[in-house]
């Protein structure tokens, strides 16, 4: 069975929404993070997204092309759940509005390589509510954002989990990468 692995970026006050807009100072790179990206990208045929991800990346990625990462991002397949969404302009792209969860899990059963999912949201609480979250990597920034509202904050309602941490990396930048299983 294909996993799931939710790949977010969060500050370390919590903030999930748009980080390519947030604040930054020249920090050094080793060019890990880069790599354990499209490591990731590489290893997942699927991109699993809610609207407000999809909205922010359709525009980035189909203008993008000629580097491993962006090829892969347009060719693969994409799953946007959303209720308004109805007309996707990004290749490979499918809404998923009807029975959420049973979808998601009829995505996993097929074969396949594994199904990341960005950003941090309903679709990611509602992954956390059916037991189809596998994997939580959490790329904690070392910065505060100083705003955020309570929709783009990693604290939504959701049930209790219990994680296990099961890797971590310290990049040269300071930046974390947490990667959590469900106990």
């Not at 490591?39 to 000629?66: H, I, K």
Request: proline share 7%.
């Amino acid at each position: 069975m294909r996993k799931i692995i939710n790949s977010t970026y969060i500050s370390l006050d919590g903030v999930v929404e748009l980080p390519h807009e947030w604040p930054t100072i020249e920090q050094p790179s080793d060019g890990r993070g880069d790599e354990i990206q499209l490591n990731l990208l590489m290893a997942c045929d699927t991109v699993l997204m809610g609207r407000r991800t999809y909205e922010s990346f359709a525009p980035t990625w189909q203008a993008r092309s000629g580097d491993p990462f962006s090829d892969r991002m347009n060719a693969m397949a994409k799953y946007v759940v959303s209720t308004t969404l109805t007309d996707p302009d990004w290749t490979n792209t499918t809404v998923i509005s009807g029975d959420v969860a049973e979808r998601i899990r009829q995505l996993k059963e097929e074969p396949g390589q594994d199904i990341v999912q960005y950003g941090f949201g309903v679709v990611s609480t509602l992954l956390m509510e059916h037991g189809l979250l596998d994997e939580l990597r959490l790329w904690l920034d070392p910065l505060f954002v100083g705003k955020g509202s309570t929709d783009d904050v990693l604290f939504p309602k959701g049930p209790p989990t219990q994680f296990v941490l099961t890797d971590s990396t310290i990049l040269k930048s300071g930046m974390a990468i947490l990667s959590y299983q469900p106990a």
